[in-house]
């Protein structure tokens, strides 16, 4: 398993993020930021290159904990697509899950625009966990 090879993988995965992320977000639920306008900043270009740039630097951070962690190599029945899946849904379920949550416990958000970031995160978590496991493969 090579480390540069998971590190682009992961940063391949938050690419395609980038698209799932437009959809999710930026399509479906991004009616509910308007109900809560007082919370949200402007958006830009700006806004929208830096968030991309997070999710592709994310991605490859994910790649490299796949790399720390053996990228579950122990589970060799499920096939190097389920290792992904499993992966990327830990990660979604150990971290990005519970930040959303105290996240909306604390701002005032929406609960529409809490799961569409929960499923959001999710798919992009399983992408990227995907992309790492077939680049480990």
Same mark, same amino acid.
């Given at each position: 398993?090579?480390l540069?090879r998971? $590190? $682009?993988?992961?940063?391949a995965?938050?690419f395609?993020?980038?698209?799932? *992320?437009?959809?999710i977000? %930026? =399509?479906?639920?991004?009616?509910?930021?308007?109900?809560t306008? /007082?919370?949200?900043?402007? /958006?830009?270009?700006?806004?929208?290159?830096? *968030?991309?740039?997070? $999710?592709?630097l994310? !991605?490859?951070?994910?790649?490299? $904990?796949?790399?720390?962690?053996? !990228?579950?190599a122990?589970? *060799?029945e499920?096939g190097? =697509?389920?290792r992904?899946?499993?992966?990327?849904?830990?990660?979604w379920?150990?971290?990005?899950?519970?930040?959303?949550?105290?996240t909306a416990i604390?701002?005032?958000?929406? +609960? !529409?625009?809490? =799961? %569409?970031a929960?499923?959001d995160?999710?798919?992009?978590l399983l992408?990227?966990g !995907?992309?790492?496991a077939f680049?480990? +493969?």
């Open positions: 398993m090579s540069v998971l $590190l $682009l993988a992961g940063a995965g938050g395609v993020w980038i698209f799932t *992320s437009w959809l977000i %930026g =399509a479906l639920f991004h009616r509910y930021q308007r109900l306008p /007082e919370t949200w900043r402007p /958006e830009g270009p700006t806004q929208y290159a830096l *968030s991309s740039l997070v $999710l592709v994310g !991605g490859a951070g994910t790649g490299l $904990l796949y790399f720390l962690v053996g !990228g579950l122990n589970l *060799s499920v190097w =697509a389920g992904g899946l499993l992966f990327g849904g830990a990660v379920l150990g971290v990005a899950a519970p930040i959303h949550v105290i604390y701002v005032r958000l929406h +609960r !529409g625009h809490v =799961a %569409g929960l499923l995160s999710l798919v992009g992408l990227v !995907g992309a790492c680049a480990a +493969r």
